[in-house]
C-alpha cells in the first residue's frame, strides 16, 4: 500500500511510477490520497503506461486506488 494523503498533484503520480516499477508484472498497488487531482491524473497515468486502473473509491476526502502492474517485455524507461 502507498500512502500519499496530503500531497499534491504530481507528487501521487510520482511515488506510484516509483513503487510499480519495483514490483513484478500483474502485482496490484492500492494508493490512499486525498488530492481529487489524483482521480484523472491516475486515469492518464494508467491509460498512458499500460498499467490498470482496476478500482477507484471515494469516501468523504479519502481517494483510493488500485493499480495493476502491467504484463511487460520491454524495460520501462
Do not use: W, Y
Not at 504530481?10 to 508484472?25: F, I, W
Not at 498512458?48 to 479519502?62: K, M, Q, R, V, Y
Amino acid at each position: 500500500m502507498l500512502d500519499v494523503q496530503g500531497l499534491s498533484c504530481p507528487l501521487p503520480v510520482l511515488k506510484a511510477n516509483k513503487t510499480l516499477r519495483g514490483m513484478t508484472a500483474g502485482e496490484k498497488l492500492r494508493i490512499l490520497a486525498t488530492d481529487k487531482a489524483s482521480i484523472a491524473d491516475f486515469k492518464a497515468f494508467c491509460r498512458e503506461t499500460g498499467h490498470s486502473l482496476i478500482a477507484f473509491s471515494e469516501e468523504g476526502d479519502l481517494l483510493s486506488f488500485t493499480i495493476r502492474r502491467k504484463n511487460d517485455t520491454a524495460p520501462e524507461d
